[in-house]
C-alpha cells in the first residue's frame, strides 16, 4: 500500500508540475518593439519595397515582383538577356536596416540553381550587389558581403506589375 501512495505522490506531484508550466493566462501582453532599421516596410520615410520592379541595360532586362510575407518579401525574379541565356525563379529575401538579403532560386538551362543576392534600397529604387562569389554544390554565395559593389547606375526601378 506504501509502494502505490508514492507512486501516487510523484505522478500527482508530476501532474501539477506540468500543468503549471503549461499554464498560460489570456491576458499575458507579450510586446515586441520594432526600430525602424529593423524592417524597411515599417520606416515610415522609405517607401514600401512591395511591387513590381524592372532594371534594363542596353538589351538586357530583368523583372522582379515582391510581395510581404510575413517579414520576408517574397516574389519572383527574371532576368532576360539578349542572346544569352535567360533565367527565371523566386527570390525570398529579409530588410536587413537598408538592405534585402535573401536567395534566387532559378531555372537556367533546365538546371535549378540557388545564388544569394543583396539589394541596396534607394528611395524607391533597388540597386543589385556584386561581388567575389563562391560555389558549393548548385549554391552560390558571395565570399565578402560587406565588400560588395551595388549597381547604382542600373538599378530596378519600380513599375506597374504585369
Known amino acids: 500500500m ?16 506540468f500543468a503549471a508550466c503549461n499554464n498560460k493566462t489570456p491576458d499575458t ?3 515586441t518593439v520594432i526600430s525602424a532599421e529593423d524592417s524597411i516596410s515599417s520606416n515610415k520615410d522609405s517607401p514600401s519595397v512591395t511591387g ?13 515582383h515582391l510581395d510581404d510575407s510575413a517579414g520576408y518579401f517574397t516574389g519572383h525574379l527574371s532576368y532576360k538577356r539578349f542572346e544569352k541565356d535567360s533565367n527565371r525563379g523566386t527570390v525570398t529575401v529579409k530588410a536587413d ?6 536567395w534566387y532560386s ?10 544569394e543576392i543583396i539589394f541596396k534600397v ?7 550587389g ?3 562569389v563562391e560555389m558549393k ?26
Request: proline fraction near 1%; glycine fraction near 6%; charged fraction near 30%.
Open 2 to 17: 506504501i509502494f502505490y501512495m508514492k507512486k501516487l505522490s510523484i505522478l500527482i506531484i508530476g501532474l501539477n508540475l
Open 29 to 31: 501582453k507579450v510586446e
Open 52 to 64: 513590381c520592379y524592372m532594371m534594363v541595360i542596353e538589351k538586357d532586362t530583368a523583372y522582379m
Open 97 to 102: 536596416k537598408d538592405k534585402l538579403k535573401g
Open 106 to 115: 532559378f531555372f537556367s538551362e533546365g538546371q535549378l540553381s540557388k545564388r
Open 122 to 128: 534607394n528611395g524607391s529604387a533597388l540597386a543589385e
Open 130 to 132: 556584386y561581388g567575389d
Open 137 to 162: 554544390d548548385d549554391t552560390v554565395t558571395f565570399k565578402y558581403p560587406a565588400t560588395l559593389n551595388f549597381e547604382d547606375r542600373h538599378t530596378f526601378k519600380k513599375t506597374e506589375c504585369k
